[in-house]
């Protein structure tokens, strides 16, 4: 088998795959330790192979087209958008983040085929970072990838957690919740995944293939009834009505405060990363499934926008919705039927909850990674593997702790409760501006890159600069707040809970993560 290099030179390489004598001795080795070219891979960078390469190319894309789960937030985070741009700047804007993202996606992909670990971002912060930067920087990507898929446990269970309240409010009208009830069901919702990915881990491979085809026949279910049942607009008014409900002076800024919508539904292209210890063949099948992620996610959820734009009428009454979700009142609205919305509503419930399995999956692992390499306090207790178990287990409780209390803020404040868990985006946004930031100084440099089995090749440098441009105006935009007077309770206080979290981490770095993380690069063999 051949690879190519950034040269343009092919290499030979050892067959990747295995062969099966048919006991199951074979077939344990081959689970356990994945194929050459995975052995060769986890060798050059200096890790020992714990966890089981279970997944595969059609259960690893189920995982990611789950966790991103694009039409279904196309849906469910669509008030911002609404807001600020209307339908118009909904569509165009969503059309303008899918072109930044997937810049940003090919570049992440390049570099997950180059070092397919389960680090991600800081190790290859780590690997192509300046020599004398490496080290502070890959910790402080550590650490921002620890907050965004930390709290994205809790905003995905949050999510979730609203819908069902809303599918409750349609059909029981009188019913009027309490913060308390939402808190009860983020911890029950939490407690799910948390049981799934300790007991039922084996099965994880299997079940995304099963939740990716409810993903894809979710998609029908909902569209084809919209399309048939609903009354639509003319589509000349949808596509170019843009609104200022932010009161911005400039229907543009208003946009580009609306982009927070899109920015949501592609949020977590890297998840697919944080599992490559567990992929078969991983710098092979990992861009793969990232970029065909993008492209059939990116295609559902354009439809998808579209459509509820034609469908959603009177935008003041569907914000207004006494569910709370305007896509349920827009199910109600199109079927005329508390029973249709009801199971609509019931596919986006059934998949923002698998989302959150998957969401819990990738955020142990980034810890389980960071502590591996002692980015973390308690790093050991945190990186063990428990035998026979083949998860770290540790770093699964972790995750099920911070969300937990992250959910009893809910009960004090939903605007505190808001701030914390919708830090997520801006954090990981920054961690791909970091970690794509370093390669494109690096081709800038002309320095060499590591061998690959998906290269951009001389598209490298414009693609890479793009996606920067693109991904910091998106992280810029993700601290606006929804308009341009908000009051205490509306103002987007997230810049400053990041701003203090950077400043802890640094803080922390300088005063004990110095003295035990070295990076990633220190334990890379050379001479492979």
């Known amino acids: 088998m051949a690879t190519m290099f950034h040269d343009g030179k092919e290499a030979a390489q050892p067959d990747?795959?295995?062969?099966?004598?048919?006991?199951?001795?074979?077939?344990?080795?081959?689970e356990k330790k994945g194929t050459a070219s995975d052995r060769h891979d986890m060798q050059r960078m200096g890790k020992v192979q714990e966890l089981r390469r279970n997944f595969r190319f059609v259960t690893i894309f189920g995982f990611t087209m789950v966790l991103m789960a694009t039409w279904e937030a196309q849906l469910s985070a669509n008030v911002f958008g609404l807001i600020n741009g209307g339908t118009g700047g909904l569509i165009w804007m969503y059309i303008a983040s899918f072109i930044g993202f997937f810049a940003a996606i090919v570049s992440m992909a390049e570099m997950a085929s180059m070092a397919p670990t389960t680090g991600g971002q800081y190790h290859w912060v780590s690997e192509f970072a300046p020599a004398s930067s490496q080290r502070f920087l890959s910790y402080l990507v550590g650490w921002l990838c620890v907050l965004g898929w930390q709290v994205g446990n809790t905003a995905i269970a949050?999510?979730?957690?609203?819908?069902?309240?809303?599918?409750?409010?349609?059909?029981?009208?009188?019913?009027?919740?309490?913060?308390?009830?939402?808190?009860?069901?983020?911890?029950?919702?939490?407690?799910?995944?948390?049981?799934?990915?300790?007991?039922?881990?084996?099965?994880?491979?299997?079940?995304?293939?099963?939740?990716?085809?409810?993903?894809?026949?979710?998609?029908?279910?909902?569209?084809?009834?919209?399309?048939?049942?609903?009354?639509?607009?003319?589509?000349?008014?949808?596509?170019?009505?843009?609104?200022?409900?932010?009161?911005?002076?400039?229907?543009?800024?208003?946009?580009?405060?609306?982009?927070?919508?899109?920015?949501?539904?592609?949020?977590?292209?890297?998840?697919?990363?944080?599992?490559?210890?567990?992929l078969r063949d991983a710098s092979k099948t990992l861009p793969r499934a990232m970029i065909a992620t993008a492209i059939a996610n990116g295609a559902m959820g354009f439809v998808m926008i579209c459509t509820f734009c034609m469908l959603v009428g009177d935008v003041e009454q569907v914000l207004g919705s006494p569910t709370g979700q305007p896509f349920i009142q827009v199910f109600y609205n199109t079927t005329?039927?508390?029973?249709?919305?009801s199971v609509m509503t019931c596919i986006m419930i059934i998949m923002a909850t698998f989302g959150c399995v998957t969401n819990v999956a990738t955020s142990s692992r980034q810890v389980w990674a960071?502590?591996?390499?002692?980015?973390?306090?308690?790093?050991?207790?945190?990186?063990?593997?428990?035998?026979?178990?083949?998860i770290p287990l540790n770093s699964i409780m972790l995750s099920y702790l911070i969300a937990v209390l992250l959910s009893l803020i809910n009960i004090g404040s939903t605007v505190a409760f808001n701030i914390i868990t919708s830090l997520g985006t801006?954090?990981?946004?920054?961690?791909?501006?970091?970690?794509?930031?370093?390669?494109?100084?690096?081709?800038?440099?002309?320095?060499?890159?590591l061998p690959s089995k998906f290269s951009l090749g001389r598209w490298g440098l414009p693609i890479n600069i793009f996606s920067v441009l693109f991904l910091t105006l998106a992280f810029i935009m993700t601290f606006f707040p929804p308009e341009r007077n908000p009051s205490t309770a509306t103002m987007n206080?997230?810049?400053?809970?990041?701003?203090?979290?950077?400043?802890?981490?640094?803080?922390?770095?300088?005063?004990?993560?110095?003295?035990?993380?070295?990076?990633?690069?220190e334990y890379v063999r050379k001479d492979l």
């Open 158 to 278: 949050f999510l979730s957690s609203q819908q069902i309240l809303g599918l409750v409010i349609l059909n029981h009208p009188e019913y009027v919740p309490e913060r308390w009830h939402l808190t009860l069901l983020v911890i029950a919702i939490i407690s799910f995944c948390q049981l799934f990915n300790t007991f039922l881990a084996r099965k994880l491979p299997l079940v995304e293939g099963v939740v990716l085809v409810l993903h894809i026949f979710g998609f029908f279910a909902i569209l084809i009834p919209l399309w048939v049942l609903g009354e639509k607009g003319d589509p000349k008014t949808v596509f170019t009505t843009f609104t200022d409900g932010g009161n911005w002076g400039s229907i543009g800024l208003s946009c580009l405060v609306g982009m927070l919508s899109p920015i949501f539904s592609f949020i977590g292209p890297d998840s697919a990363t944080h599992m490559s210890e567990e």
């Open 16 to 30: 990747p795959y295995e062969v099966d004598d048919g006991t199951d001795e074979s077939i344990e080795v081959t």
């Open 336 to 341: 005329q039927s508390k029973a249709g919305a």
């Open 493 to 521: 206080w997230n810049i400053l809970v990041f701003g203090f979290i950077v400043l802890w981490s640094i803080t922390y770095f300088l005063f004990k993560g110095r003295k035990v993380y070295v990076g990633p690069v």
């Open 426 to 449: 801006g954090a990981l946004l920054s961690s791909y501006i970091i970690s794509v930031g370093c390669v494109t100084l690096r081709r800038l440099r002309g320095q060499p890159l």
């Open 370 to 390: 960071f502590a591996r390499d002692n980015g973390l306090p308690f790093s050991s207790w945190l990186a063990h593997v428990r035998p026979g178990w083949d």
